[in-house]
T-cell receptor, first 114, second 113 residues
Framework: GAGVSQSPSNKVTEKGKDVELRCDPI?????LYWYRQSLGQGLEFLIY????????KSGLPSDRFSAERTGGSVSTLTIQRTQQEDSAVYLC????????????FGPGTRLLVL | AQSVSQHNHHVILSEAASLELGCNYS??????LFWYVQYPGQHLQLLLK??????LVKGIKGFEAEFIKSKFSFNLRKPSVQWSDTAEYFC???????????FGKGNQVVVIP
């Protein structure tokens, strides 16, 4: 079946602009995650959605970052007033419900802030 | 909060050499453990996982990992690497009951033909 998809695959923007990154999880997966992968760093957790529960936003680095998940499916990560340090690969992952499951990752969006 | 340490960020070795990548985590409770791999130009994919049972876990492409609870370790091994194993390898830990994965910084492995 189809995997996790993300768009755009690459995004170049100017400092101060807002960007929106999209994630389409695997159909039927109730949990969705956003991570950030910076050069030479591991994956940094950003936010987690599970069904209709309130999202776990504890990983968002600043109030310029926000995310929503509409209809329990597609998610959008928004970065307002982008800064150069926001340049990274933003990864989305989804998993089925349940406590012990594997996350399935999308290809990521490579964001470059000039 | 759980954290994960991976050492020797860059590893260069020849084909047929043996590979071992260390992973140590800090969390006192029950954990699920993962190794993910990211081949050049591809997205992260699961290599192997440990939830419970036999602490020696076999994964795809001849990889295995051993969970040693007393050492808080989950080291990845492959007896004989191939050029196609060139990739970045990430160890990840999930504390039971916690919905996050904590990742290490990764090991960049280059296999020279």
């Amino acid at each position: 079946g189809a995997g996790v998809s993300q768009s755009p695959s690459n995004k170049v923007t100017e400092k101060g602009k807002d960007v929106e990154l999209r994630c389409d999880p695997i159909s039927g997966h109730t949990a969705l995650y956003w991570y950030r992968q910076s050069l030479g760093q591991g994956l940094e957790f950003l936010i987690y959605f599970q069904g209709n529960s309130a999202p776990d936003k504890s990983g968002l680095p600043s109030d310029r970052f926000s995310a929503e998940r509409t209809g329990g499916s597609v998610s959008t990560l928004t970065i307002q007033r982008t800064q150069q340090e926001d340049s990274a690969v933003y990864l989305c992952a989804s998993r089925p419900g349940g406590a012990v499951e594997t996350q399935y990752f999308g290809p990521g969006t490579r964001l470059l802030v000039l | 909060a759980q954290s994960v340490s991976q050492h020797n960020h860059h590893v260069i070795l020849s084909e047929a050499a043996s590979l071992e990548l260390g992973c140590n985590y800090s969390y006192g409770g029950t954990v699920n453990l993962f190794w993910y791999v990211q081949y050049p130009g591809q997205h992260l994919q699961l290599l192997l996982k440990y939830f419970s049972g036999d602490p020696l876990v076999k994964g795809i492409k001849g990889f295995e990992a051993e969970f040693i609870k007393s050492k808080f370790s989950f080291n990845l091994r492959k007896p004989s690497v191939q050029w196609s194993d060139t990739a970045e390898y990430f160890c990840a830990v999930n504390a039971r009951g916690n919905n996050r994965l904590a990742f290490g910084k990764g090991n960049q492995v280059v296999v020279i033909p």
